[in-house]
C-alpha cells in the first residue's frame, strides 16, 4: 500500500528499522527469558534522535507528532513488542506534559524525555482502581505551597526505571472524576519508593512495577494543568496514545507474518515446501489482509489526531481496538504456520504472541474501547 511518506517519515523508519534489526534482533530471545530492561537499546534511539519526534522542537525534540510516533513504535514492535515499550512507555508519561505543562514545566520535564536521557512513565492504575479510574485512592493533600502524597499505584511500565513520572492522584475527594488532578514526580524524591516487579507472561524486556507514595512530598510547581483537571488530562492522553498501543499491536503482528512467510516457504513437508499448500496460504492471505488493515486504520487515525484539535476517543480506540485483535489472531495463526516449532521457545512467534496479548488490555482493555466507540456513536446520533 502506498501511505505517501515524506522523506523525513521515510527516514526515521530505515533509522528505526537499522536500529531493530541490526541491535535488538540479536538480543530480543535473551532480554525477554531474563526480563533484562534495554537500557543500551535506550542509549541507541536516543542518539538516533527517535525519542523525541513528538517532542517540540523548543523542547529539544524533533517537532512532529503521532504519525511519527507511530512509524517508530511499528518498526520496533515488528523486532520486538516489549523492548518498543521503553519509548512507547515514556510517550505516554510525557503526553500529560506535552498537554498540561506550562512553559517552565516543559522545559524543565520534557528536554531530558525529548534525547532518551531520562525515560518517563504514566501512572493511573491501582490495585481497586483499573477500568474504572473514577475509584482512585491515592490522595495529595494540599500543604501550604506543597502537596502530600499517600497511595500505591500498580502496573506501571517503566516504573523503577524512569526518571519522570506522571500520576494521577485525589486531591478532593468530593469532586469525583473532578476531584483528580495530575502531577509529575521525580525519582529520589522522599517518601516516593518502588514496590513489586511483576513476572510478567510476555513484553518482559519492559519493567512494570508498583509506585509507592508515603507521605511523599510534591511542590505545587509539579502540578499540571490545574487541580481538577487529571482525568481529564489523562483521556486526552489516550486519545494521542492509544494509536501507539495500535503500533506496538501492528508491528507485532507485521513481524509474526514476515516470520510466518518466511518459515513457510522453507519448510519441506511431503516433499514440496508447505507454502505451496492451500491450506497455509489460506492463513498468510488473511494475515498479510488483517495487517494492512489495521495499518490503514492506525495511520489514518494517527494524521488525524495530529491534523485536528476536537477529541479523537472514538478513532483512537477503535484503532486500538482493531489492531490488537489483529495482532492476537495473527500472532495465533503464525505459530500455527510454524507447527510444532511454533511453540518452542527457539524460535520467535511464540514470543510474539505473548507479547501481543497485553495490546488488548493496557491503556483500557478491548471492552473498555467497544465502551468508549459505542457512547461516542450514540453521542453522535443525538448530537
Ligand atoms: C503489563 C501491564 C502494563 C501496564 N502499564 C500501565 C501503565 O503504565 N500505567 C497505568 O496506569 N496502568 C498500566 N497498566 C494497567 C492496565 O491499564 C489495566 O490492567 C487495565 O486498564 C485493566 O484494569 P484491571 O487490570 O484492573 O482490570 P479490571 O478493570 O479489573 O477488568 C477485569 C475485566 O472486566 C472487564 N471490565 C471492567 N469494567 C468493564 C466495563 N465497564 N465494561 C466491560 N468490561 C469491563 C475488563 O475488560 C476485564 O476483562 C498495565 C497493565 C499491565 C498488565
Redesign the pocket.
Known amino acids: 500500500m502506498e501511505y505517501n511518506l515524506t522523506d523525513e517519515q521515510k527516514d526515521i523508519v530505515s533509522r528505526t528499522r537499522k536500529i531493530a534489526i541490526e541491535n535488538i534482533k540479536p538480543v530480543r530471545q535473551k532480554y525477554d527469558r531474563e526480563e533484562i530492561f534495554p537500557w543500551d537499546i535506550v542509549k541507541i534511539l536516543g542518539e538516533a534522535g527517535l525519542f523525541g519526534v513528538y517532542i517540540p522542537e523548543e523542547y529539544g525534540g524533533r517537532g512532529l507528532g503521532v504519525f511519527e510516533l507511530v512509524l517508530v513504535t511499528e518498526e520496533l514492535s515488528k523486532v520486538d513488542g516489549g523492548i518498543a515499550l521503553c519509548l512507547a ?1 515514556t510517550a ?1 508519561g510525557a503526553y500529560p506534559i506535552l498537554l498540561g505543562a506550562n512553559d517552565e514545566q516543559k522545559k524543565r520535564f520534557l528536554s531530558p524525555l525529548a534525547t532518551g536521557e531520562k525515560l518517563a ?5 491501582e490495585h481497586e ?4 479510574a473514577t475509584a482512585l485512592r491515592t490522595t495529595a493533600d494540599k500543604d501550604g505551597d506543597d502537596y502530600i502524597l499517600n497511595g500505591t ?7 523503577g526505571e524512569a526518571d519522570i513520572y506522571t500520576v494521577m492522584v485525589v486531591t478532593d475527594k468530593n469532586k469525583g472524576p473532578r476531584g483528580v488532578s495530575a502531577f509529575v514526580v521525580e525519582k529520589g524524591t522522599p517518601g516516593f519508593e518502588f514496590g513489586k516487579k ?1 513476572n ?1 507472561l510476555g ?1 518482559r524486556a ?1 519493567a ?1 512495577r508498583e509506585l509507592v507514595f508515603e507521605n511523599c512530598r510534591v511542590p505545587k510547581a509539579n502540578l499540571l494543568s490545574r487541580e481538577g483537571m487529571g482525568l481529564i488530562l489523562g483521556l486526552r492522553t489516550f486519545d494521542a496514545t492509544r494509536p501507539g498501543v495500535a503500533a506496538q499491536a501492528l508491528g507485532i503482528a507485521a513481524g509474526a507474518l514476515d516470520e510466518a512467510v518466511a518459515y513457510a516457504t522453507k519448510r519441506i513437508q511431503f516433499g514440496k515446501t508447505v507454502a505451496s499448500l492451500q491450506a497455509i496460504q489460506y492463513m498468510l492471505a488473511d494475515m498479510a489482509t488483517e495487517v494492512e488493515a489495521a495499518r490503514a486504520l492506525l495511520y489514518a487515525t494517527a494524521r488525524t489526531v495530529d491534523c485536528t484539535r476536537s477529541r479523537t476517543t472514538k478513532e483512537s480506540a477503535m484503532a486500538k481496538l482493531y489492531a490488537s485483535d489483529v495482532a492476537m489472531r495473527v500472532t495465533t495463526k503464525a505459530i500455527q504456520v510454524f507447527g510444532g516449532r511454533g511453540y518452542m521457545h527457539d524460535y520467535p512467534v511464540e514470543k510474539m504472541m505473548r507479547d501481543a496479548k ?1 495490546t488488548q ?8 474501547q ?2 468508549e466507540i459505542a457512547l461516542a456513536l450514540i453521542k453522535e446520533s443525538t448530537a
Open positions: 512507555a505516554l512513565a504514566f501512572a493511573l492504575t482502581a483499573g477500568s474504572d499505584k500498580c502496573l506501571i511500565t517503566n516504573g511483576e510478567k513484553i519492559s512494570t497485553i488490555i493496557y491503556e483500557g482493555t478491548n471492552q473498555i467497544r465502551n
